[in-house]
C-alpha cells in the first residue's frame, strides 16, 4: 500500500536560512508526487507535483523539490526562506481509485514550519 | 475563476441537528471531493464524485451523505453526528482524466464542530 512518511513534525528556521522538508514514500510503481501547503484554518495549495521526467522540480513561491527514486524521498527546498512561508506543508503521494484512475491522495502527517526573524 | 468556494466557513450543530456543506466551482471539472482534517492532522479522503457519479467512498459511516446535484456542485448532507465528528472539511476539484489529482484545487474549508 501507498503511503507517506514526513520525519519532521516542526522545523524552526530563521528567516533568510535555507530550508529543507524530508518526505519519504512508499509505492511499487514510480510515484505521482506532491508537495502542498496550508495556512491556519485554510485549505491546501499545491506548490509542485513530479509525475515523470526530470526529477528536479521547480514550483510557485521559489520551492523546488528533488525526486531520489533510490532514497524514496521528494524533500522540498527553499534557499531562503520568508516569514510568509510559516504554515504547514504535506507532501503527497497519487494512489488508484476505483476504477483505475489515479483519483486519490494520500498525504503525509504534515511538517509545521516556524520562521523566526 | 480558480476558486472552489465553500459554505459555511464555520458551523456549530447539535448530535440531533441536520446540517448540509456546501461546495461549488465554475472551472468546468467534472471530478469533486470531501476530505476531513481532525486538528494536526493530514487531510483524510472520503467522497470522490466523477461526473456526477459517487466514485469512491472510503467507508465513511452513513451519517454523512454526499450530493452532487450538477457538475458546479457538491454538498454534504450531515445528520446525528457524533462529537468525534468535529473536523475541518475541505472540498477539492479537478480535471477527470487518467491522473485526475494532477491538479487538485482546494476551497478554504468548513471547520465544523459537533456538541
Known amino acids: 500500500a501507498q503511503s507517506v512518511t514526513q520525519p519532521d513534525i516542526h522545523i524552526t528556521v530563521s528567516e533568510g536560512a535555507s530550508l529543507e522538508l524530508r518526505c519519504n514514500y512508499s509505492?511499487?510503481?514510480?510515484?505521482?508526487l506532491f508537495w502542498y501547503v496550508q495556512s491556519p484554518g485554510q485549505g491546501l495549495q499545491l506548490l509542485l507535483k513530479?509525475?515523470?521526467?526530470?526529477?528536479l522540480v521547480q514550483g510557485i513561491k521559489g520551492f523546488e523539490a528533488e525526486f531520489k527514486r533510490s532514497q524514496s524521498s521528494f524533500n522540498l527546498r527553499k534557499p531562503s526562506v520568508h516569514w510568509s512561508d510559516a504554515a504547514e506543508y504535506f507532501c503527497?503521494?497519487?494512489?488508484?481509485?476505483?476504477?483505475?484512475?489515479?483519483?486519490?491522495?494520500?498525504f503525509g502527517t504534515g511538517t509545521l514550519l516556524a520562521v523566526q526573524p | 475563476d480558480t476558486e472552489v468556494t465553500q459554505t459555511p466557513k464555520h458551523l456549530v450543530m447539535g448530535m440531533t441537528n441536520k446540517k448540509s456543506l456546501k461546495c461549488e466551482q465554475h472551472?468546468?471539472?467534472?471530478?469533486m471531493y470531501w476530505y476531513k482534517q481532525k486538528a494536526k492532522k493530514p487531510p483524510e479522503l472520503m467522497f470522490v464524485?466523477?461526473?456526477?457519479?459517487?466514485?469512491i467512498n472510503e467507508s465513511v459511516p452513513s451519517r454523512f451523505s454526499p450530493e452532487c446535484p450538477n457538475s458546479s456542485l457538491l454538498n454534504l448532507h450531515l445528520h446525528a453526528l457524533q462529537p468525534e465528528d468535529s473536523a475541518l472539511y475541505l472540498c477539492?476539484?479537478?480535471?477527470?482524466?487518467?491522473?485526475?489529482?494532477?491538479?487538485?484545487?482546494f476551497g478554504s474549508g468548513t471547520q465544523l464542530s459537533v456538541l
Open positions: 472551472m468546468g471539472h467534472r471530478a
Open positions: 503527497a503521494v497519487g494512489a488508484r481509485g476505483y476504477g483505475g484512475a489515479t483519483n486519490k491522495l494520500i
Open positions: 513530479y509525475f515523470s521526467g526530470d526529477t
Open positions: 464524485y466523477s461526473y456526477e457519479k459517487l466514485s
Open positions: 477539492a476539484s479537478s480535471q477527470d482524466r487518467g491522473v485526475s489529482i494532477e491538479k487538485l484545487f
Open positions: 509505492y511499487g510503481a514510480t510515484p505521482y
